[in-house]
T-cell receptor, first 112, second 115 residues
Framework: LAKTTQPISMDSYEGQEVNITCSHNNIATNDYITWYQQFPSQGPRFIIQ???TKVTNEVASLFIPADRKSSTLSLPRVSLSDTAVYYCLVGGPNTGGFKTIFGAGTRLFVKA | NAGVTQTPKFQVLKTGQSMTLQCAQDMNHNSMYWYRQDPGMGLRLIYYSASEGTTDKGEVPNGYNVSRLNKREFSLRLESAAPSQTSVYFCASSEVVGGRVKNLFFGSGTQLSVL
């Protein structure tokens, strides 16, 4: 399983764009990158998943460079309600498959 | 849609007691998971079930047993509870595409305290 490294915490202000980077130097060829969001007292919620280049949905974008050794979750114009813990996961059918492991995550605190 | 339903939501046990946490999903997912989350920490995988009839150990399986009762239900049993098992327990299920876990859907959690 690819080990991931994320910043422990980040601060931002309402209306700003927030970029959270995750390092995964030993990502395998068939691995995907997935991000989850967790609010206090709730289970994590899926945000986005990607394999290469750029993926965008209604809440976030995921940027993956060509070497795939890192990825960046981009949250446009954050609000107070985006204060949460964000987890980066890396895995695929040939590297642990279903053994979906969460790291410590990044605590994002959005201030008014 | 109910999604992933866990019961109970709260439980207090005495050391040495046993209990079973129940989990059911109505999304027709093949794979199901049990995680624990200690205060201020990330989630740790206890056991998972890739498909009905199979179960495998995760990161922290000691002290737990699981049963994949059918496609919908995946239970977690503590045979002899210890204070170190005080935690929030989350059940999850996922769709799997080509051996890839597409995304995890989580239940609302069970807050377990072992005295």
């Amino acid at each position: 399983l690819a080990k991931t490294t994320q910043p422990i915490s980040m601060d931002s202000y309402e209306g700003q764009e927030v970029n959270i980077t995750c390092s995964h130097n030993n990502i395998a060829t068939n691995d995907y990158i997935t991000w989850y969001q967790q609010f206090p007292s709730q289970g994590p919620r899926f945000i986005i998943q990607g394999y290469k280049t750029k993926v965008t949905n209604e809440v976030a974008s995921l940027f993956i460079p060509a070497d795939r050794k890192s990825s960046t979750l981009s949250l446009p114009r954050v609000s107070l309600s985006d204060t949460a813990v964000y987890y980066c996961l890396v895995g695929g059918p040939n590297t642990g498959g279903f053994k979906t492991i969460f790291g410590a995550g990044t605590r994002l605190f959005v201030k008014a | 849609n109910a999604g992933v339903t866990q019961t109970p939501k709260f439980q207090v046990l005495k050391t040495g007691q046993s209990m079973t946490l129940q989990c059911a999903q109505d999304m027709n997912h093949n794979s199901m998971y049990w995680y624990r989350q200690d205060p201020g920490m990330g989630l740790r995988l206890i056991y998972y079930s890739a498909s009905e009839g199979t179960t495998d150990k995760g990161e922290v399986p000691n002290g737990y047993n699981v049963s994949r009762l059918n496609k919908r239900e995946f239970s977690l049993r503590l045979e002899s509870a210890a204070p170190s098992q005080t935690s929030v327990y989350f059940c999850a299920s996922s769709e799997v595409v080509g051996g890839r876990v597409k995304n995890l859907f989580f239940g609302s959690g069970t807050q377990l305290s072992v005295l």
